[in-house]
Each structure stands twice: as C-alpha cells, then as structure tokens.
C-alpha cells in the first residue's frame, strides 16, 4: 500500500485498528520484482513498524491462508507450518 501511494509510510498504515476491529488481513507481496519487496519483508515492516507480537503475526499468516483459493490441504499444511513456527519462537 505504500508502495502504491496508498499510504505515505508503513506507520501511516491502520494496521493494528484494522486487526482490531476484526479485519481479514492478507500481507503479500504480489510482484517483488516489481516493487522490491518479499513476504519476509512485509511481516517484519508491520512487525517494526507497530510492535506486532509473535502471536498476531501467526493470525495474519493463517488470514491469509484462509482467505485464499488454495486448496484444504495446502491451508491445513500451512496452518500447521504456522503453529509450529508459533512454538519454536515463543518457546
């Protein structure tokens, strides 16, 4: 979205009223070739830039899972990809 002029800076971004309030949340990164930027890169802007904790960047990961066209078996992989990830770095 910053790149796109959608937002002036990452910290201009409502992020976290948006998870707030319940929002289906998706980062992605659509074309890095394009604007530069890669998946590990949006979860540690949003991370920095708002102080996400661990836990709600595993609930954006799994969002964006669940909101995907991917079939069951990829999102029920990814989920638990995504809960094991959780474990290690809270443990």
Do not use: C, K
């Not at 910053?2 to 990164?29: C, F």
């Amino acid at each position: 979205l910053v790149t796109l002029g959608v937002y002036r800076s990452l910290e201009t971004v409502p992020l976290p009223t948006l998870i707030a309030a319940g929002a289906q949340i998706a980062l992605g990164a659509d074309d890095p070739v394009l604007f530069g930027a890669r998946l590990n890169d949006q979860y540690e802007g949003m991370r920095s830039t708002h102080g996400l904790s661990d836990e709600v960047l595993a609930d954006l990961a799994r969002s964006s899972f669940a909101a995907s066209a991917a079939p069951e078996g990829v999102r029920a992989a990814a989920d638990r990809d995504i809960d094991a990830w959780l474990s290690r770095v809270t443990a």
